[in-house]
């Protein structure tokens, strides 16, 4: 019965610990660049955009195609960094530990 309440006030602790994690990865903010650093997009590690940054050379009417495309790749590259900064939070948490299917922070 000792065993099993510890394993249940551990649970409780990393549940905790989850928590304060999740509420820290909303104030982590990376950053996703396409063309050269012409288009930046910032977001957090939630995968929340918090700002666009179009340099004012793309901006022309023929060329707006070249501008979603490259909108589309920035968001790419911002999404990859915001999971690798969440992944490298969850295992400074769990000490490497793998965590069972569903026990994801989204």
């Given at each position: 019965?000792?065993?099993?309440?510890?394993?249940?006030?551990?649970?409780a602790?990393?549940?905790s610990?989850?928590k304060?994690?999740?509420?820290?990865?909303?104030?982590?903010?990376?950053e996703?660049l396409s063309g050269?650093?012409?288009?930046?997009?910032?977001?957090?590690a939630?995968?929340e955009?918090?700002?666009?940054?179009?340099d004012p050379?793309?901006v022309?009417?023929?060329?707006?195609?070249?501008l979603?495309d490259?909108?589309?790749?920035a968001?790419?590259?911002?999404?990859r960094?915001?999971?690798?900064?969440?992944?490298?939070?969850?295992?400074?948490?769990?000490?490497?530990?793998g965590l069972?299917?569903g026990?994801?922070l989204?």
């Amino acid at each position: 019965m000792a065993d099993f309440l510890g394993m249940m006030k551990q649970a409780a602790q990393l549940q905790s610990k989850m928590k304060a994690m999740q509420d820290e990865l909303e104030h982590v903010e990376v950053e996703g660049l396409s063309g050269g650093g012409l288009v930046a997009i910032r977001m957090t590690a939630k995968m929340e955009v918090k700002g666009v940054k179009i340099d004012p050379s793309l901006v022309k009417a023929d060329e707006v195609d070249i501008l979603e495309d490259l909108l589309v790749t920035a968001l790419g590259d911002a999404r990859r960094k915001a999971e690798a900064a969440m992944a490298e939070k969850m295992q400074s948490l769990t000490g490497g530990m793998g965590l069972p299917p569903g026990l994801g922070l989204t």
